[in-house]
């Protein structure tokens, strides 16, 4: 379904209605701001509630690390990782650690649209890029 | 064995164990070659971007919510929801002398079989074009070995010269024939031991043409013995429209390479109109605003910026040069449509072909009237200068002439004389395909028309005449011949020489 400028730009500020002072979602806010929605209906209401909802899924992304980790000492590391993910972060930060035996040894990190990787199966695509 | 197990442990030696840092997006449409990301909050405009299955894409638009990206490769396997990973590289092409005798992709692969690039060096795709400061004007000349055109039109090294005309009427074949001719300077030069020489390379860039087309071309110059000099790059019209946008920018690349290292080369564009209309394709795919004829609005800075980047250097940037053949094609003979008005005004010239001209057997039909080099006799040698000088005032005078003449039954002796004069250069200056004339033969046979040997040859015989000419010229004729090619002057007594080599010929020519 397609969207205009104008409904994207009203997702928009609807999200920035939605934070809180530490910059993260607040439950409260998106309850009254979709109330006041359904009482007002503007124009495509469906694509503007569509839109604000992937705002919202964006939005957690920046403040909502998902560690994934190979191997048996990854799950010890995650405190590790989350205190210096603070560190380097003005939100405090959530984290979900998640086993992914994919990689081998080592983790993976993604926050928002980063994603930070140490892992074995990492170092053998690096690999295999080097020889094709 | 042991040194393919060698190269693994090399490689495994110098294998980086740092944490890598990548921004992702995902695919969230895709469509003709182009897909919208979302994410990759950090990517660079003109960035290489990395698509599952080793697919590469260049984000070209980014938007406030997603980053539209060209694809350069296959996209068969690509889907909705698909990762795509910033590589933090802007779009580079190997470069150097690995490459001549290549034929590749817009991105510098390797597309005829003959095994990899054995090039350590790239260059950026985009880059920004020489500035003022280490410009010198153009003075050197191009021989193309086209008597129409190094007369009329000379071109010089570092120039911008546009070839433009109508569906066939010989604009590739004017491009091809300035490579050969090239290549024969440099056979000539190379064989001389001349330590000054300074050889010409080639890039031909085949753009939206048929593979046949391509093949071809190819043929013929390996038949010519030019392949040496010579780079293709080559985007067909079965390529995708990102393929066929980027490969004049490689290509120019691979020139530029040529540009800062102190030598000369020479870049065909085949044909800019073509990557006019992918660059459209691609623009209205990735929702730009079009304006007139559908083009985005900045498609006059896609061919001036490419263009800019030809140039002759200063002695103090290296003294080497790029110079230009953009090709363009016209709509029935309409040089003031959109993409052909930008381009003309581009360049510092350029060599229109008329079907006219061409119908009636005048080949290469380049038109007088609207051909124009802006260099002009500065890239001329001075023996030629001196025996070209008025031939294209007097060509211009005939046709023109020959218009009114049509009405007149009575003409006066003058105006008789000007038009019997005009349809003997007429003739003189036809020219078969892939067959260059070296300048030294050139400026000969213009020295004898200038002095009337070929007043008593019918004007039906003088195309032969000057076929005989240049051949006795090339064999037994060759002393004054030598003499221009070693001083580039025509003194007295080279005339003399000439005049004596002349009358020899003429009186076996019957």
């Not at chain 2, 190997?94 to 054995?118: E, H, Q």
């Not at chain 2, 691609?282 to 609005?297: H, N, T, V």
Request: proline content about 4%.
């Amino acid at each position: 379904m397609s969207s205009t400028i104008k409904q994207r730009r009203l997702a928009k500020s609807l999200l920035q209605l939605s934070l809180s002072d530490d910059g993260r979602i607040e439950r409260d806010s998106v309850k009254e701001i979709l109330e006041s929605l359904l009482v007002s209906r503007p124009s495509g209401l469906v694509t503007v509630l569509r839109l604000f909802l992937h705002q919202i899924r964006r939005h957690e992304y920046t403040y909502h690390a998902r560690v994934e980790y190979g191997g048996k000492e990854g799950e010890k590391l995650s405190e590790k990782i989350l205190e210096k993910l603070n560190q380097n972060s003005s939100k405090a930060l959530d984290l979900t650690v998640i086993d992914n035996p994919k990689l081998i040894a080592g983790c993976k990190i993604r926050l928002g649209d980063d994603v930070y990787e140490n892992s074995i199966s990492d170092r053998l695509n690096k690999l295999q890029k080097t020889f094709f | 064995m042991s040194s393919i197990t060698d190269l693994i442990r090399k490689e495994i030696e110098n294998l980086s164990t740092d944490a890598t840092r990548t921004n992702v997006g995902t695919i969230t449409t895709l469509a003709d070659g182009v897909a919208k990301v979302e994410g990759l909050s950090k990517v660079m405009f003109n960035e290489m971007v990395e698509f599952p299955y080793n697919v590469l894409g260049i984000a070209l638009n980014l938007e406030e919510d997603s980053v539209g990206c060209v694809l350069l490769g296959d996209t068969s396997s690509l889907k909705e929801g698909d990762e795509v990973r910033t590589t933090g590289k802007l779009l580079s092409v190997p470069v150097g002398k690995a490459l001549l005798g290549r034929v590749v992709d817009a991105v510098g692969r390797p597309i005829d079989g003959k095994g990899t690039i054995d090039s350590d060096l790239s260059f950026p795709v985009e880059r920004i074009a020489p500035g003022i400061i280490p410009r010198k004007s153009v003075d050197q000349p191009l021989q193309t070995g086209i008597m129409a055109v190094d007369s009329m039109v000379p071109i010089g090294r570092g120039q911008r010269e546009l070839i433009i005309g109508d569906r066939s009427t010989g604009k590739t074949t004017i491009a091809i024939d300035t490579i050969i001719n090239q290549a024969k300077i440099n056979k000539q030069g190379e064989k001389s031991g001349d330590p000054d020489f300074r050889p010409v390379y080639c890039i031909y860039v085949a753009l939206g043409q048929k593979n046949s087309n391509v093949a071809r071309t190819i043929k013929a110059l390996e038949e010519k013995g030019a392949m040496e000099y010579v780079t293709i790059v080559s985007a067909p019209a079965a390529d995708n429209p990102a393929n066929q946008y980027l490969a004049p920018y490689s290509g120019c690349a691979m020139g530029e390479w040529f540009m800062e290292n102190g030598m000369d080369a020479l870049i065909v564009y085949d044909d800019l109109s073509k990557h006019a209309v992918a660059y459209r394709q691609i623009s209205l795919i990735l929702k730009r605003p079009s304006g007139r004829e559908a083009y985005p609005g900045d498609v006059f800075y896609l061919h001036s910026r490419l263009l800019e980047r030809s140039a002759r250097l200063n002695e103090d940037s290296g003294n080497g040069s790029l110079t230009a053949l953009p090709i363009i094609e016209t709509q029935m003979g309409d040089v003031s449509g959109y993409i052909p008005t930008n381009v003309i005004s581009i360049t510092d010239g350029q060599i229109f072909l008329e079907t006219d001209l061409f119908n009636k057997g005048i080949k290469p039909a380049v038109s007088v009237g609207l051909s124009v080099s802006r260099v002009g006799s500065a890239a001329q040698i001075k023996a030629y200068k001196k025996v070209a000088g008025k031939v294209k005032l007097e060509l211009a005078q005939f046709r023109e002439l020959a218009a009114f003449s049509q009405f007149e039954s009575d003409l006066d002796a003058s105006t008789k004389a000007r038009l019997d004069r005009g349809a003997r250069i007429v003739e003189m200056f036809k020219q078969g395909a892939y067959n260059p004339v070296p300048v030294e033969v050139q400026t000969a046979v213009m020295w004898g028309m200038q002095n009337d040997f070929f007043d008593s040859i019918a004007v039906e015989d003088i195309t032969r005449s000057v076929d005989s000419l240049k051949e006795y010229l090339s064999t037994q004729g060759k002393e004054p011949c030598e003499e221009i090619y070693n001083s580039g002057k025509l003194e007295e007594s080279t005339e003399q020489k000439l005049r004596s080599a002349l009358e020899d010929w003429k009186r076996t020519f019957s």
